[in-house]
Antibody, heavy 122, light 108 residues
Framework: QVQLVESGGGVVQPGRSLRLSCAAS????????MHWVRQAPGKGLEWVAV????????FYADSVKGRLTISRDNPKNTLYLQMDSLTSDDTAIYYC???????????????WGQGTMVTVSS | EIVLTQSPGTLSLSPGEGATLSCRAS???????LAWYQQNPGQPPRLLIF???SRATGIPDRFSGRGSGTDFTLTINRLEPEDFVVYYC?????????FGQGTKVEIK
């Protein structure tokens, strides 16, 4: 079945780095733009970043620009989020999500992973 | 960016009743690109409605969406026990996509 499985979360000190992964299965990963969306504990949803199907184009939320980097490895069916210079504001569950329309740009999200928790704390 | 305001924050209803959730945008949502999600505790969001009115695959027809421009509603007919969770609206007509703060539907 269509599935996204995130990994790589954990507890990290402020200023340190972390890399999240999202393994896709059950669909042609290379056909879809992919997104990261996060949710701070007890809070709402915040879009983080998007990458085109061919990795040529990426957009970021202003709150993470310059610190978080989205990438993908299509032969491995895997999406990544490199997180540098982390702050307590980055503490959240990070979800990878598939673009509904298959087109690059703003989109709804039809498939979500279960999420991976990132806690930034000293 | 477009700010989405959901109301009410909490809706207290009984099973079998109907629910109407509101989502108001700070500016017109292009092409009515408005989605609704349901989120159970500890679970990721689930897409219910896209394009303001289209139900996603597998979503029961007791869920319906309507609206255009800046005002949108999600209606849930005949609430089932599993419907008492949190709902979010999202606009994807312009970048960045944004979400409302959520409406919790609780058992009265």
């Amino acid at each position: 079945q269509v599935q996204l499985v995130e990994s790589g979360g954990g507890v990290v000190q402020p200023g340190r780095s972390l890399r999240l992964s999202c393994a896709a299965s059950g669909f042609t990963f290379s056909d879809y733009p992919m997104h990261w969306v996060r949710q701070a504990p007890g809070k709402g949803l915040e879009w983080v970043a998007v990458i085109s199907f061919d990795e040529n184009t990426r957009f970021y939320a202003d709150s993470v620009k310059g610190r978080l980097t989205i990438s993908r490895d299509n032969p491995k069916n895997t999406l990544y989020l490199q997180m540098d210079s982390l702050t307590s504001d980055d503490t959240a569950i990070y979800y990878c999500a598939r673009a509904l329309s298959g087109s690059f740009g703003p989109d709804a999200f039809d498939i979500w992973g279960q999420g991976t928790m990132v806690t930034v704390s000293s | 960016e477009i700010v989405l305001t959901q109301s009410p924050g909490t809706l207290s209803l009984s099973p079998g009743e109907g629910a109407t959730l509101s989502c108001r945008a700070s500016q017109s949502v292009s092409s009515d690109y408005l989605a609704w999600y349901q989120q159970n505790p500890g679970q990721p969001p689930r897409l219910l409605i896209f394009g303001a009115t289209s139900r996603a695959t597998g979503i029961p027809d007791r869920f319906s969406g309507r609206g255009s421009g800046t005002d949108f509603t999600l209606t849930i007919n005949r609430l089932e026990p599993e419907d008492f969770v949190v709902y979010y609206c999202q606009q994807y007509g312009s970048s960045p996509v944004t979400f409302g703060q959520g409406t919790k539907v609780e058992i009265k």
